[in-house]
């Protein structure tokens, strides 16, 4: 990814907001399916509920991750 330089100095991506917002939604959605599938196809709600809230946690802190990368 190409870096330009402000009148202020700072370096930023040459994103536009359209394609980041994009490619936002694309990936979260994709992370939500899979995250719906794992539930299902494993049962750990009600089989293993500390794995359950384990893996929980953790796919919250991947979306937060991504969320702050991608804002």
């Known amino acids: 990814m190409d870096n330009h330089l402000e ?3 700072e370096s930023t ?6 394609r ?3 490619e936002c939604m694309v ?3 994709i ?3 899979i995250r719906l599938v794992i539930e299902d ?3 750990f ?3 293993y509920p500390f794995l359950y809230n384990a893996w929980w946690v953790v ?3 991947i979306i937060l991750y991504l969320y702050l990368a991608y804002r």
């Not at 991506?13 to 359209?18: A, H, Q, R, S, V």
């Open 7 to 9: 009148k202020g100095g």
């Open 13 to 18: 991506p040459k994103i536009n907001t359209t």
């Open 20 to 22: 980041r917002a994009l």
């Open 27 to 29: 990936l979260f959605s």
């Open 31 to 33: 992370l939500t399916y």
């Open 41 to 43: 196809w494993f049962g």
């Open 45 to 47: 709600k009600e089989a």
């Open 59 to 61: 796919f919250q802190f």
